[in-house]
């Protein structure tokens, strides 16, 4: 940033360019600017690549799914819909055939929208897996989740370095810094890996900040920049998860409230404000479903109920704050916030000293736009804390739209404080204050990368499910085999936990553990050899001993593999 366009005295309260753009590109200075601004756009393609090579690296790591990846799959690409009959053998491509888009049945998006208004998810992620799909009809692969989940971590990164830079007053530096150190992290990979509507959330999420930001950057909240935009953002904000109602919320009141106290224009806000409502009306027409959804589904009053509990909310923020301190900053965050806090103590300290004249060259952050920010992913942080799933690691999923902003957030004030603690108390001129505050900048960069390092590899990357490489290598293996999927009455729906190994075997039989009849299929109790897989039930051994039974020329069984809820069992 240009020291002949900065201010002193404090963090800036907007980011105004002045002066003539003409003249400035056609000044020494101003043809500077425009080679650093091209340098800055090489390295930022050059870093996107590279994390894009690194995120197929991963994908190609990724082995088996998480149950709800089954679900992505099957509720936008069912067929007939999956059951679990008793007693009956399934085809493989009867039960495939629900997890992949079959020649003739691709872009049915009125299906698709059905499906999820039975369930409790609002369905512009399924209509984007659904397209993935469509194009490659009668294929089931992980690449078409990932993939459409790396366009997304594409347009993140777009979006976070716009942020930033326009956060950190157009700091090339930091702003490569905060793209670097957020797409190298494992749960941000973690994030790309996982096939659920999560990656897209973010993107509505980072568009909605940097609507906001750039808004009051400008001055300009005109319907055009501004406000049609944002409409559109909503719109399609809401349609891939509810939790996007929860950050809109957050970012209108601090946006409403800052444009009351320090702009003293509510009739921006009452504009905004209809804006934000129309353009919510306009989702819950299109997807009627919504409203039962968040008041009368099973996960909207679940989540009602989990937030007006006060005596869990201890133990819900330790939680997920626990997660964000684990994977996001590598169990360094109380650190940073420590640090943090003392520079800023020896920050006013120094102003008091310096009897409140300030002599730092401008790299100050924009004040508004940062405490608008820190407010918005605080309070979505906090009320997700409250209402989300405790699913362990897993969890990572509900506040992975803010972990973004939440660096951007953390390595700017360090970068901003320890800058003023260097100019206002080290001893020295300006250039040897420049020079610490130049190291300083780079071994907390330094340190970042070094966590972002050590998560990659510990193992801090997950949705990956390695263990399943051997589970289906073993199915693949046995394709031809008579197998037995003996699946509790009470959850059926577990088998769908199998569904990658279970389409590697010609045919599956399926029985029911609550059915503890004689089995009398023909193939069953003829083969001398059987493959089961077995629901970790309290019926399993009974069920075991059925097959012993129907088929006399088994001698025993033996365990397998154990995976999940399930053990798998060679019987000979």
């Known amino acids: 940033m240009d020291a002949s366009v900065c201010k002193t005295g404090g963090w800036r ?12 590109r056609n000044s020494p200075g101003g043809m500077e600017e425009e080679k650093a601004g091209r340098l800055m756009y090489a390295a930022l393609f050059i870093l996107l690549c590279l994390q894009v090579l690194l995120l197929v690296y991963f994908g190609s790591r990724k082995a088996g799914f998480h149950e709800d990846e089954y679900y992505s799959y099957y509720s936008t690409n069912r067929t007939a819909g999956l059951y679990e009959p ?17 020649p003739g049945e691709g872009f049915r998006y009125g299906l698709v929208s059905m499906v999820q208004s039975w369930d409790v998810h609002p ?31 594409c347009v993140n990164f777009v979006l976070l370095a716009w942020l930033t830079f326009m956060i950190t007053g157009r700091n090339r530096k930091l702003t490569f810094a905060v793209a670097a150190v957020h797409g190298w992290n494992g749960i941000i990979i973690s994030g790309v890996m996982f096939i659920r509507m999560y990656e897209w959330l973010t993107v509505f999420v980072l568009l909605c900040s940097c609507l906001h930001v750039k808004a009051m950057a400008e001055k300009d909240r005109g319907v055009k920049k501004f406000l049609l935009p944002l409409m559109a953002v909503n ?18 009141f601090g946006f409403c ?12 806000c009452i504009k905004y404000g209809v804006a934000c409502g129309f ?32 005596g869990n909310t201890v133990d819900r923020f330790r939680f997920f704050a626990g997660l964000m301190n684990d994977y996001l900053f590598d169990g360094y965050l109380w650190f940073w916030l420590l640090l943090i806090a003392v520079m800023l103590c020896l920050a006013r300290a120094g102003n008091r000293k310096a009897g409140g004249e300030e002599k730092i060259p401008c790299r100050h952050i924009e004040a508004a736009p940062y405490f608008l920010l820190l407010f918005t992913a605080s309070g979505y942080f906090f009320t997700v804390s409250k209402t989300a799933l405790l699913l362990y690691e897993t969890s990572n999923r509900y506040q992975l739209p803010v972990y973004g902003i939440a660096l951007l957030l953390v390595m700017a004030a360090l970068y901003e404080l320890w800058g003023r603690a260097v100019y206002l108390l080290a001893p020295g001129a300006d250039g040897k204050k420049e020079k610490y505050r130049k190291i300083g900048a780079v071994i907390v960069f330094a340190a970042f990368l070094l966590g972002d390092i050590h998560g990659l590899v510990s193992g801090k990357v997950i949705f990956l499910y390695e263990e399943d490489r051997e589970y289906v290598e073993y199915a693949k293996e046995n394709w031809n085999m008579p197998v037995v999927v003996l699946y509790n009455d009470a959850t059926p729906y577990h088998v769908w936990w199998c569904s990658q190994e279970l389409m590697q075997y010609e045919r599956v039989y399926f029985a029911s553990q609550g059915n503890q009849g004689r089995i009398t299929d023909e193939t069953v109790c003829g083969s001398g050899k059987l493959i089961v897989y077995a629901a970790d039930y309290s019926t399993q051994e009974e069920s075991l001993a ?4 129907s088929n006399p020329g088994l001698k025993g069984y033996r365990l397998a593999a154990r995976r999940g809820l399930w053990s798998v069992f060679e019987f000979e």
């Open 257 to 268: 409230l800052w444009e009351l106290l320090w702009e003293r224009k509510w009739v921006n």
């Open 279 to 310: 353009s919510l009306l306009l989702a819950v027409i299109s997807y009627p479903a919504s409203l039962s959804h968040i008041f009368r589904g099973y996960r909207g009053t679940g989540a009602a109920s989990e937030f007006l509990n006060a």
């Open 235 to 252: 719109f399609c904000g809401f349609l891939t998860q509810y939790y996007y109602i929860l950050f809109l919320f957050f970012m209108g």
């Open 86 to 102: 008793d007693r009956e053998w399934m085809e493989r491509d009867v039960f495939r055939n629900e997890f992949v888009a079959l």
């Open 123 to 153: 369905p512009l992620f399924y209509f984007i897996l659904h397209t993935a799909c469509s194009f490659f009809p009668g294929i089931f692969s992980k690449w078409l989740g990932i993939g459409i989940n790396i366009i997304a971590f």
């Open 546 to 549: 059925r097959i012993l039974e």
């Open 13 to 24: 309260v907007n980011m105004m360019k002045t002066g003539n753009d003409h003249k400035k």
